[in-house]
């Protein structure tokens, strides 16, 4: 902070007061107030105990030694019965004062070395830079212990100790702090603009990194004010008749048995101090997000943040039905592969239960190939988890029937469906690059399916695997079995994934979005893959995808999905021209063909999609449908079917907007087939 | 990631079969060792100089101001001080190779036999204490990853962090005394000073332990709730493999990575910690030696046990980043 204040770079104006903003807010924090409030009190503690304490503290008194606690004595008495408390209180101002005298040190011979490589150039700056890495890997103790024999033992030479030993830290620190900023656009432009590198580093880096360091200074302050104990502990650190805290304990450790108190207290006060120290500096950084030294972590990315959530459907589920025996009744012909009525999912919200999934209704016949399109948030992928039972909590999932086989989900514990959707249903997830377990070889990852619900050995795991990925296509699968997923290119892993779900003998395959992390040849392939699959052993498929042509070309019928229903289902070869739901027309028209009029504006649909958590009481589309008439803003219309298994969610059902420009209502030549 | 992916066809050729032996390994295998040579010759050079940057006369200063003058010039004499400082360097370079470190300057004794005679008890305390930590830490640390996953129980969580924030933040010594004091002289279980049987280990391996144990587990579980909602858990769990397996085979192994990286920190921490808790327990270590020898000015000696720490540290960081390499094999290749 205090370095921001002193140049007024036009860069870092206005992140001043955003800094003041941030670190005001960390103080309303629990943490942060607690902490502020300990800190605080220790600084206050530093400046005036020894004002207020001090002669109390030295008064020896040698008829009420090495007392235990008393009214006049709070902790008793040390061996020359001075008053162990006023000590402590009074050697808060030695303690804190080293600490911060040593992290002052640290923090400046880090900012040096740290900036060196800026100043010196190449080959200086990795030289130095290489002595900091390696400095780095000793822990601080043993450096601080290394130059406590270089500068002598005392305060003087514990200090110094202290603030060369926390050097490397710092200097590692604001290397990469500064290395980061060096690389902005705004550093790179005064370079160019022939800036000095010193003046550079003044202006723009030092600036910049002000605040990082000076967070990660006062929780260095912290370990400096626990190592200065340790010194003074060990003797090295401050001489009598100085006293610090380090100091006090050592004192109070030989009398430990006798006076257990006046070890303790001291002993308190350092972690009291340390701790201050340490959360203050945590929560800012917290509060500002900072990284400290063991802050890191991964942040979640989207799609796992996505997954934040549980399976184990169970609780609520509506099991009104007679429910089957939960073993695997087997394909049986003219029964459906998937049968599923009225899904929900509901996940608790901030405002009451939110339900991304609003009763969805379909089933899906032996070998059949059915799409599901919407725009993301539509609830596609989230009625996939839904039907393979992977919506962990606090999702719920609710339905009228989730029969797949025959066998009803919602019943029974999941143990008793492992087997089943372990070996007959099988799952293809969007990101083949994090789908796959990164510290396990690909083949044992297939292999794993195979000994876990199908009994085999090891070995003949992995040559049922091997096999696998052979059907798959993907070449040298014996030698590719061996290998880690990182060694795999994208399509390779997505075909490894088809074959993962083929260790078994799927009736079903349910692909979300499979082929969207792909570039466009290996997404050809993939589907063509998929079709192949299915071709050979009868298997149905449910694709989800976003990209309306591709179900086209790869289903049979097409589920259209809006704001977490099912608003139309149609016969894929009618999507391009018959769609009767104006969203499906919309969808279909938003996608482009060689034939599009690049001087237009491609066509979009109009509006937002509908906030889960904020659904209207009528048709979710309505605010963004051309058709739209009160009607459809008051009630949502129902999913009728026209007795020939075409199903449409519309008032509108079938008409055309004629007065205005509808994208979708004249019939756009889609070139859905031809594309590949 | 798709870089190396692609690269990988190439090369692949080579590879059936000797994933140990063909590039990225050797490479990896290269690099550390450079590493590790270029490290050690950093040290061995620093307790060098340590010596010769004491400033005064290193041997008047151990002998005191009444020695006679003859005294501490024998003594720089057999020490080699007079000699010119790369014909010093070369000698030592030399002692290190044969195992002489030099005698102390207090009982004579060569300074490898000290450390010959106390590095024992510094390994034990050390090592009892990495194995106590690592028992604690990651059974408590993957227990409270799946039970607070994706924010559930968030009493539980609070609670574990703080109690885990605060006896990380312990020193090593001040958990020390708080244990003497609650074992030894509160309740008198334990005993409080001393090597002798096996119930003298059981404080100082604790007070050394508990604090890397306490970080260790936090670590544990953060890293364990962020794999746990990676995507290759879910496709785990869309093979219905049991829970246990997928926690312990798929979640277990890519959480130990991050937690191996920042658990070396600690580990390091953890053998330098040995010099202050020996000195709370009078553990007859390399610990207390060095202590007591910086305060004897004994110089030799504390020159060859910053030698046997900072190899030991060293040692550790190279233990580490193996046992990464072999849990994830990215790792050895991403640095490459």
Sequence with gaps: MTTSTTFDAPAVAPRRSAARARWLAVLRTPVGAGAGLLLALVLVLALVAPLLWSGQADRIDTSAVLQGASAEHWVGTDALGRDVFARVLVATRLS?????????????????LGCAPLLLGRRGGRLVTAGVNIAVAFPGLLLALFFAVVFGVGMTG???????????AFARLSQ?????????????AARIAGVGRFRVLLRHVLPNIGEPLVVNATIGAGGALLAFAGLSFLGLGVQAPSYDWGRLLQDGLSGIYIHPVAALAPGVAIVVAGLAFNLFGEAVAKGIGLTTALGGGFAPGRASRREATRRDARRGAATEDQGLPVTDPGPEPGRPVLEVQDLSVTFPGAHGPVRPVRGVSFRIGRGEAVGVVGESGSGKSLTALAIARLVEQPGEVTAGRLHFQGADLLTGPDRAHRRLLGTSFAMVFQDPMTSFNPTRRIGRQLAEVAQEHQGMSRGAALARAVDRLRSVRVPAAERRAHQYPHEFSGGMRQRAMIGMGLMGEPSLIVADEPTTALDVTVQRQVLDLLAAVRAEDDVALLLISHDVAVVGQVCERVLVMYAGRVVEDLPADQLRTGARHPYTRALVAAVPDMDVDLDQPLPVIPGRPVDPAHQPPGCAYAPRCPLASARCTDEDPALDDDGAGWRVACWHAGEVAADRDVPGAAPVALALGERA | MTSTAEAHPATGASRRGTAVLDG??????????GQLVVSMWVLVTASFLMIHLIPGDPVRSALGPTAPASLVAARRESLGLDDPLLVQYVHFLGGLFTGDLGESLTSRLPVSQVIAQRLPATLQLALLAFLVALALAVPLGVLMGVLTRGGRRRGGELAFSTTSVVLGAIPEFLLGVGLVYLFGVQWGWLPVAGRGGPESYVLPVLSLALGPAAALARIMRVEMVSVL?????RTARAKRLPRRRIYLRDALPNALTATITLGGLLLTALVAGTVLVENVFAWPGLGSTIASSILLKDYPVVQGIVLVYGAGVLLVNLTVDVVLALLDPRSAIRES
């Design chain 1, 96 to 112: 804190i004062g080293l600490a911060l005298a040593a992290t002052s040190i640290a923090v400046v011979l880090g900012l040096l």
């Design chain 1, 158 to 168: 514990a200090v110094l100790a202290i603030g060369f030993a926390g050097a490397p």
């Design chain 1, 176 to 188: 990469t702090l500064a290395a980061g900023i060096a690389e902005r656009d705004f550093v790179a």
């Design chain 2, 24 to 33: 990225p390994w050797v490479r990896f295998a290269v690099r550390r060792g």
């Design chain 2, 229 to 233: 909602q990676a995507d290759f858990l």
